[in-house]
């Protein structure tokens, strides 16, 4: 019996609805990267058809989109390494993101077939890619006078610290932006945080993720504080239960020790699934929708949880480790992590399978 994601295709809609009410006025270019944040590239392409385009992060990624007929516009936020990268891209009409001059040199140099649409990185404050306020009319100067390069140039940036309400560093990095680009032509700023926290920052195309899969993208709410649906849910079965006495230790290194006597239930999922392994005694899972805790460490295969809650639990017993009825977000805050790297961290082991309801 594997661990089993079930993906709800309509909760992607849903959540893909509830960006285009948030934003009414900008088009969408949903971020499917890392394999749609661990729910499967393909089946999030195909959920997420009313979308006006894709973002991901390697040249890769877009490739497996073309293969499979998908003709959206899909840009490429990590852009393109060498020449050999950059002549995919325009064959396959990818839009790679510029965010150096090595790539604007690369560009110039490199006969290209036809023409590429590019997007142009501003490095606002967050100093990861992108030209700075200084470089960045020089470079766009440069692209738009390159028969090359197609004249529908957006200029994009990314937030550092968007999911941080009380931080003022959103609205500096808005106004710099604001006061450097002075030209007409698309723009984009706005991640999911953004788009729920910073109305002023959606311009022509926002770039949700981590909403679309239906979690909050902030440490304080949850998902279903702003109308969104969880995409994944991770579940597993009680393979086991045991009826341990008080003084019994749990798992390796004995970190459980039944302080009565007590069930204890053994599902099969283990961090060889991507279950977190550093989860400690207490976080949260569900067992037939009985709120009840890890006991013991989590091991490669297997987690052991404290059947108290839910004594008549049995062998067979559905085990939810997160998504419906259980935010993901609140198994990362246990874990000491975000949602983002769970969900991109589920391994092939799992088997996926699409609901849709
Ligand atoms: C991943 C990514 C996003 C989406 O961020 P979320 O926090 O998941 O909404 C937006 N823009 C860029 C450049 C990204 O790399």
Redesign the pocket.
């Known amino acids: 019996m594997p661990a089993i994601a079930y993906i709800d295709t309509s909760a992607f809609d849903h959540n893909l609805q509830r960006v285009k009410a948030l934003a009414p006025h900008s088009s969408v270019l949903a971020?499917i990267?890392a394999n749609a944040y661990g729910h499967g590239i393909l089946r999030a392409a195909k959920a997420l058809a009313a979308a006006d385009g894709f973002?991901v992060?390697r040249t890769g990624e877009a490739l497996v989109l073309r293969n499979h007929g998908f003709t959206k516009p899909i840009a490429i936020?990590a852009g393109f390494l060498d020449a050999e990268e950059l002549r995919a891209m325009a064959e396959y009409d990818l839009i790679p993101a510029i965010h150096t001059e090595q790539q604007l040199k690369l560009l110039f140099e490199t006969p290209l077939e036809k023409p590429i649409s590019v997007w142009l990185k501003m490095d606002t404050g967050m100093h990861r890619l992108g030209f700075d306020h200084n470089a960045i009319s020089p470079a766009y100067r440069a692209l738009l006078e390159n028969p090359k390069i197609r004249k529908d140039i957006t200029v994009f940036t990314?937030f550092a610290e968007s999911d941080e309400l009380s931080s003022p560093k959103s609205r500096q990095q808005l106004t710099l932006f604001q006061q450097t680009i002075h030209w007409p032509g698309p723009k984009s700023l706005a991640?999911?945080?953004a788009i729920i926290a910073w109305q002023d920052s959606h311009a022509d195309w926002v770039?949700?993720?981590?909403?679309l899969y239906g979690v909050s993208?902030f440490t304080q709410q949850v998902a279903a504080d702003y109308d969104l649906k969880p995409v994944m849910t991770l579940s597993s079965t009680l393979i086991a239960v045991h009826h341990l006495k008080r003084g019994d230790a749990i798992g390796y290194g004995s970190t459980f020790v039944c302080p009565e006597d007590m069930p204890i239930g053994v599902a099969a999922i283990g961090y060889g699934d991507g279950y977190p392994r550093h989860a400690p005694n207490g976080t949260p899972v569900l067992v037939d929708h009985v709120l009840c805790q890890l006991a013991g460490r989590v091991s490669m295969d297997l987690i052991t949880i404290d059947l108290r809650p839910h004594p008549h639990a049995t062998f067979g017993s559905e085990v939810v480790l997160w998504g419906r009825g259980l935010p993901v977000e609140t198994v990362a805050k246990c874990a000491g992590t975000i949602a983002?790297e769970l969900l991109c961290h589920v391994t092939s082991r799992v088997k996926f399978i699409e609901i849709n309801d």
């Open positions: 971020m990267k973002g992060a936020m990314h991640n999911s945080a770039r949700p993720g981590i909403m993208p983002y």
